[in-house]
Each structure stands twice: as C-alpha cells, then as structure tokens.
C-alpha cells in the first residue's frame, strides 16, 4: 500500500457521508480525486508523494475556492465530480481510449445536474465518488466490488437524505 491509497480511503468515506452537508468537503474531496488523476495521467507522475501532493493542493485549492465562491465551486466540482465518475465507468468498459472524452462529458451532466438540484446532486455525486474511491482502493474480485458498490451508494444515499434537514454548511 503506498501513501496515496489510506488518503483515498479517507476521501471516499468522506465524501460517502459527508459530501451533501459539508459541501466544502464534497469540493475538496473531488479537487483531491482530480489533482490524483491529472497527476498520474496527464504528468505521467510515479511516485506516490507527487501525486499525493498535486492532489493535496488541488483539494485545498477547492476548499478555499468553496467558501470564498459557493456556487461557482459547486459547480466546478459538479464537473469533476461528473468527470471523474464517467472517466472510471469508461475505464470500467474497457474503452480507455475514450477516458477523457467521458471525462468531459460526465464533467458537463455533474455540472448542470449540481445547478439544477443543489442538494440531490450533492449527494448523489458525492456518494457515487465516494463508493467508487472505496471500491477501487479495496482488492476485491469484481462481483464483490459490484455489490460492495452498491451497498456503499445505498448506505451513502441513506446517510445524506437524512442529514437533508438543512443547507450545505461551508464549515
């Protein structure tokens, strides 16, 4: 296990259950992921502390940004979000080719989706990143990573929509 893999850990559960409430963390918890894969694919980056830093200073820079901008920052970690899930479901397909084509076009639905419905999208995204995090930093065979998945989205989804009661808070 290199320094990377408890960090992402941590990020996913955090974003499975806190993402929606804490809305800053949903923001820096997708910045992280973003910063992570810009650093191991777009920089070729090998070693674990440089992609732990770039995404280090990716999450920071979305907290930061969050408060300062809230909807502008929801709006661009709706886009990583949305990104970073299609990206991993065409990988999961087997079309890698098409990486950052999905990309981009689950960075636009995240997008729009976090405008259109502020509190479901928050929470849907956050728990699909999240439970997609845990999932790939968990050895399991794939029908256990399938179910671990969904048992994730379900806990996640369950845990947020009750914590629904109130506005994202920005601390």
Not at 11 to 20: D, E, N, Q, S, T
Not at 113 to 142: F, H, K
Request: aromatic content about 8%; proline content about 2%; hydrophobic content about 65%.
């Amino acid at each position: 296990m290199d320094t990377f893999e408890p960090v992402s850990l941590l990020v996913g559960v955090a974003l499975l259950l806190l993402g929606r409430r804490l809305y800053w963390v949903f923001v820096a918890g997708v910045g992280f992921l973003a910063g992570a894969l810009v650093a191991k694919e777009a920089l070729a980056a090998e070693s674990p502390g440089m992609v732990l830093g770039v995404a280090l200073v990716a999450g920071l820079v979305g907290a930061l940004l969050s408060v300062a901008l809230q909807y502008v920052a929801l709006s661009v970690a709706g886009f990583l979000a949305g990104g970073y899930l299609f990206h991993a479901l065409v990988q999961a397909l087997g079309w890698g080719d098409w990486a950052w084509v999905g990309f981009l076009v689950g960075g636009v639905v995240g997008a729009l989706l976090v405008l259109a419905m502020l509190d479901w999208a928050l929470i849907l995204l956050s728990t699909l990143v999240g439970a997609t995090v845990i999932v790939q930093n968990v050895p399991l065979e794939a029908g256990a990573s399938g179910l671990l998945f969904l048992l994730l989205s379900v806990v996640g989804v369950l845990v947020q929509a009750r914590q629904r009661t109130s506005r994202p808070k920005a601390a």
